[in-house]
């Protein structure tokens, strides 16, 4: 019989909105007093001989190698150095811990005078949070941390009316790409490790058929725990249902009230009888007209005929009920892994030349490209391992700014860091990965007499260029939308083209920071200066233009409130070309002190 598993997350935008702002804790700190946390659920796939208080056992290898010729108390193995513990397998220990490390910690973290404060929402969660979408003229809310819903607030309501009931609430933008991309990942990780078909259900859950596979996890109860329980380490809440049919599933995780809910054979249609209409994935027509008509649980449905049902709720409806029931059948799509494009070369006899490794690289070269072209794949980075015979293995990887399959082009790229490998004794194996690849199709390669002015590719000239001297060393230069000038610029990829640059006249060179200037001679309020003095350097003006007046940004800092600089474009006897700005408009004090500053060279 077909078993399938309906996973549910409640809160997956909110939990992965925190997850990402979650600060890392230190490597060596000591861990932030907090609410005692729940004990997890021991899901050891065997027994364990290790006693629940003792962290030694007879068979260990400390006691087969004779090291020690008493048993070691926990007091003699927290005296050692760090860097001299037996590990976890040398005490003969599994991987995981026994007990939680909170279980025998006090309420109150041990520190004396200080009282345990009660476990709530607040103190996990803090602030009450939201996200938002725009929806027409107005910003609903989509998703609400458990803060927020114990404080009233639901999905459908207005964010101005949520702001007026709550004053400290947190709004966010919602992010569906994100939450999709995460649901996706889930997916592939479930295909991977658990079940061949897994698929994303909707927008916060996933469909997984377990036909024939939990007997591999210790049955269906023990792989739900095990899945909240590696849901929890990601800091997601869920609710898992398994059920013979896809609808009940779905309907059991998300209107269920259990953690975990296992149905058997053939009882999906009495655990679904009590749960609303919107249980079955209905359209909000048709509960529209379901309302209307006084039906509000899905066993309201079952005594009427299939006639009436279609015409008052719609076939939709009626495929909903039967698909839930097991009537009609409901298929899975499942996601597919896509496998890394991988060739290998194993060789009668290690070599250590640089010309036989140039050969052996070239024929995997060939070989990936072949794989590339077959499955319309295009490489932007190419790992090429190299297994030594003392078992080293030497590591070479290349990228491309590109998409590319092009076989020259990688010979090229490898042959210009093929002095980082070091083959020592020599090398009896390589294999070429490609971890980041991208589809790439047919391109047109012209005609058979080139009459056209189209420009040449530059991504193999970055290639090459960006293995020599660095992938951050190659970079253009665009625009940004600030009228400060030097925020008004950004460094861009080599391929990206440069939005549009702005109609005033700007210098050829912009100084990293404006350089004060001194004995400077102006006319005040609108006139360039007259003379003044740049790096020791006395500079007479002989022609100037301006001012062109930039105010301060005031919404990223306070001081940039009434900021205001006058840029002047002047030259200089001799003909060079400054760029200078006076800080202050000349008539209001809050505006600048009227110092002057060099800020870029014309030429």
């Avoid at 709550?166 to 992010?175: H, K, Q, S």
């Avoid at 009590?274 to 899905?298: H, K, N, Q, V, Y």
């Avoid at 001679?521 to 350097?537: C, E, I, N």
Wanted: proline fraction near 9%; glycine fraction near 8%.
């Amino acid at each position: 019989m077909p078993r399938v598993a309906s996973l549910f997350l409640p809160q997956l935008p909110i939990e992965r909105l925190r997850r990402q702002e979650r600060p890392a804790p230190p490597p060596d700190g000591p861990r932030a007093a907090g609410p005692r946390l729940p004990e997890p659920i021991d899901d050891d796939p065997g027994a364990c001989s290790v006693p629940r208080g003792g962290g030694w056992r007879p068979g260990a290898r400390w006691a087969r190698d004779g090291a020690l010729a008493r048993r070691p108390s926990p007091s003699d193995i927290d005296a050692l150095p760090a860097h001299q513990r037996p590990t976890m397998r040398e005490m003969g220990r599994r991987s995981e811990h026994a007990d939680h490390p909170f279980r025998a910690m006090r309420p109150d973290d041990g520190r004396p005078g200080a009282v345990a404060a009660p476990l709530t929402w607040a103190t996990l969660w803090g602030n009450p949070t939201v996200l938002v979408t725009r929806t027409g003229q107005r910003d609903v809310i989509t998703a609400a941390c458990p803060v927020a819903l114990e404080q009233g607030l639901r999905p459908g309501m207005a964010a101005a009316h949520a702001r007026a009931l709550v004053a400290d609430l947190d709004v966010r933008d919602a992010e569906p790409e994100a939450d999709r991309a995460l649901l996706d990942r889930l997916a592939l990780h479930a295909a991977r490790q658990w079940t061949p078909t897994a698929s994303v259900s909707g927008s916060d859950g996933l469909w997984f058929d377990l036909t024939g596979t939990t007997h591999l996890f210790g049955g269906e109860d023990r792989f739900c725990r095990r899945l909240l329980m590696f849901l929890k380490r990601l800091g997601f809440t869920a609710r898992i249902a398994i059920a013979g049919t896809p609808g009940a599933a779905h309907a059991l995780a998300r209107f269920g009230s259990n953690p975990v809910t296992l149905l058997g054979v053939g009882e999906e249609a009495q655990a679904i009888a009590d749960l609303p209409l919107a249980a079955l994935r209905l359209e909000s027509d048709a509960l529209a007209a379901a309302a209307r008509f006084g039906l509000e649980r899905i066993v309201d449905l079952y005594p009427i005929p299939r006639s009436p049902l279609a015409r008052r709720l719609g076939l939709k409806a009626v495929d909903r009920l039967d698909q839930a029931r097991g009537g009609l059948a409901e298929p899975i799509i499942p996601v597919v892994p896509t496998e890394t494009p991988l060739v290998a070369r194993r060789l009668l006899e290690p070599i250590a030349t640089p010309e036989s490794i140039a050969q052996v690289i070239g024929d995997l070269v060939d070989d990936l490209v072949a794989l590339l072209r077959a499955r319309g794949l295009g490489a932007r980075t190419v790992l090429l391992t190299a297994d030594r015979v003392d078992g080293e293995a030497q590591r070479l990887a290349v990228g491309a700014s590109r998409a590319t399959r092009d076989d020259k082009h990688l010979r090229r790229m490898f042959a210009l860091r093929m002095g980082e490998l070091e083959p020592g004794l020599g090398i009896e194996a390589m294999h070429l990965a490609v971890p980041h690849h991208e589809p790439l199709g047919a391109q047109v390669a012209g005609a058979l007499l080139e009459t056209s002015s189209k420009a040449r590719d530059l991504a193999p000239l970055i290639d090459q260029l960006g293995a020599r001297a660095g992938a951050s060393a190659l970079f253009r230069i665009s625009s940004e939308e600030s009228d400060v000038p030097e925020r008004a610029m950004r460094r861009v990829s080599p391929l990206d083209a440069p939005d549009g640059w702005p109609a005033w006249k700007r210098p050829v060179r912009l100084l990293k920071r404006p350089e004060p200037l001194s004995n400077v001679v102006a006319l005040l309020p609108d006139h360039p200066p007259r003379r003044f003095t740049w790096r020791r350097q006395n500079y007479r003006v002989v022609a100037g233009d301006g001012p062109e007046r930039v105010h301060g940004e005031w919404w990223r800092n306070t001081r940039e409130m009434w900021a205001v600089r006058d840029y002047f474009r002047v030259e200089a006897e001799g003909g060079a070309r400054f760029w200078l700005f006076r800080r202050g408009d000349g008539v209001d004090a809050p505006t600048g002190d009227l110092s002057w500053y060099m800020h870029g060279m014309f030429g």
